[in-house]
């Protein structure tokens, strides 16, 4: 696609110029000639004008063929033009036009391709924004599944108002999760554009209020510095979301989400005691946070140890604009 630009605005180009030259030559010949014939009337009138170089007064032929014969006579002799000035003045002309055309092309040519390459860009992040989305419901709805199929199953045994309990409870997780991925659809375009300043302690506090009530039944602790990043937020918050909510998930009774910088470097970390009780997932919400930690340039490590289950992050200055809060 990027030759074929190329190749026809060149030819187009080559066109526009061959027009050029054509009008260019015809103007100069044209302004030569009444040059010429000023020169000669001038010399008819006086004898003692000197001509310039590209005329010639012979009485004999001149056989040199850059030397043409003119249709005037000075006392019976001969008129000679050498027009070599005139094909000077159109060869520079068509070197001149020549350079600008290949500028032209060049700078054309270059900014197609920015344009092009944002417009492919622009559609990977549509393909992996939907692939992304598809993976969040995905995993949400399994989640949901998973727990009502378990209510169900302590249903059918026995009434329990604790199981009616936990099926409004997912409800309302359920339906919290659908207007939250309604809103990220609301705002498909500037989603995938936009992107911000983020105070990520402002944003890890706002993401626990969602889990207020689940934070009343364990322990939750927490230690985070003031630190801002540039990016989509977003996704961001998508990535911090699920780490907190795969910890509340599969936690005993104790969590505990660590966000500090050390040598110019954002660490966090997001750890929980694993309950046995609890089903293995699925690993859908695990694989969608990598996905967007390898597009944001965030490296992770998930590690078990001593019955926690740890999830380490960090996020480099050469990638990210960061700085201290100080009060802000």
């Given at each position: 696609?990027?030759?074929?630009?190329?190749?026809?605005?060149?030819?187009?180009?080559?066109?526009?110029?061959?027009?050029?030259?054509?009008?260019y030559?015809?103007?100069?010949?044209?302004?030569?000639?009444?040059?010429?014939?000023?020169?000669?009337?001038?010399?008819?009138?006086?004898?003692?004008?000197?001509?310039?170089?590209?005329?010639?007064?012979?009485s004999?032929?001149?056989l040199n063929?850059?030397?043409?014969?003119?249709?005037?006579?000075?006392?019976?002799?001969s008129?000679?033009?050498?027009?070599?000035?005139?094909?000077?003045?159109?060869?520079?002309?068509?070197?001149?036009?020549?350079?600008?055309?290949?500028?032209?092309?060049?700078?054309?040519?270059?900014?197609?391709?920015?344009?092009?390459?944002?417009h492919?860009?622009?559609?990977?992040?549509n393909?992996?924004?939907?692939?992304?989305?598809?993976?969040?419901?995905?995993?949400?709805?399994?989640?949901?599944?998973?727990?009502?199929?378990?209510?169900?199953?302590?249903?059918?045994?026995?009434?329990?108002?604790?199981?009616?309990?936990?099926?409004?409870?997912?409800?309302?997780?359920?339906?919290?999760?659908?207007?939250?991925?309604?809103q990220?659809?609301?705002?498909?375009?500037?989603?995938?554009?936009?992107?911000?300043?983020?105070?990520?302690?402002?944003?890890i506090?706002?993401?626990?209020?969602?889990?207020?009530?689940?934070?009343?039944?364990?322990?939750?602790?927490?230690?985070?510095?003031?630190?801002?990043?540039?990016?989509?937020?977003?996704?961001?918050?998508t990535?911090?979301?699920?780490?907190?909510?795969?910890?509340?998930?599969?936690a005993?009774?104790?969590?505990?989400?660590?966000?500090?910088?050390r040598?110019?470097?954002?660490?966090?970390?997001?750890?929980?005691?694993?309950?046995?009780?609890?089903?293995?997932?699925?690993?859908?919400?695990?694989?969608?946070?990598?996905?967007?930690?390898?597009?944001?340039?965030?490296?992770?490590?998930?590690?078990?140890?001593?019955?926690?289950?740890?999830?380490?992050?960090?996020?480099?200055?050469?990638y990210?604009?960061?700085?201290?809060?100080?009060?802000?």
């Open positions: 696609m990027l030759g074929c630009f190329a190749l026809v605005l060149f030819v187009g180009l080559s066109a526009i110029n061959i027009i050029s030259i054509s009008v030559r015809y103007s100069l010949t044209e302004i030569f000639t009444q040059h010429l014939e000023t020169e000669i009337k001038l010399k008819q009138c006086d004898k003692r004008h000197l001509l310039p170089e590209y005329i010639k007064i012979s004999e032929p001149i063929p850059n030397w043409v014969p003119y249709p005037q006579t000075i006392n019976g002799k008129v000679y033009v050498n027009w070599r000035p005139v094909y000077q003045g159109i060869k520079e002309f068509a070197f001149l036009l020549f350079l600008w055309e290949v500028v032209l092309v060049l700078a054309l040519t270059f900014l197609f391709y920015k344009l092009l390459w944002i492919l860009k622009e559609r990977e992040e393909r992996d924004f939907l692939e992304l989305l598809l993976l969040a419901i995905s995993h949400k709805l399994g989640n949901f599944l998973a727990a009502q199929q378990l209510n169900l199953e302590i249903l059918k045994e026995k009434h329990s108002l604790e199981a009616v309990k936990r099926l409004e409870r997912g409800y309302s997780t359920i339906e919290k999760d659908f207007r939250y991925i309604l990220v659809i609301k705002n498909f375009k500037g989603y995938l554009r936009k992107k911000e300043k983020i105070n990520l302690k402002a944003l506090e706002d993401i626990l209020t969602v889990f207020k009530e689940e934070s009343q039944e364990k322990s939750l602790q927490l230690s985070l510095v003031p630190a801002e990043i540039y990016a989509a937020k977003t996704e961001i918050e990535v911090f979301y699920l780490l907190i909510e795969n910890a509340f998930k599969y005993r009774k104790a969590i505990f989400i660590n966000l500090f910088i040598n110019k470097t954002i660490f966090f970390v997001v750890r929980n005691d694993v309950d046995p009780k609890v089903p293995k997932g699925s690993g859908v919400g695990l694989s969608l946070v990598q996905k967007l930690a390898i597009k944001n340039k965030i490296k992770l490590t998930f590690k078990r140890e001593n019955g926690y289950f740890i999830v380490e992050g960090e996020i480099s200055k050469p990210y604009l960061m700085r201290l809060l100080r009060g802000v």
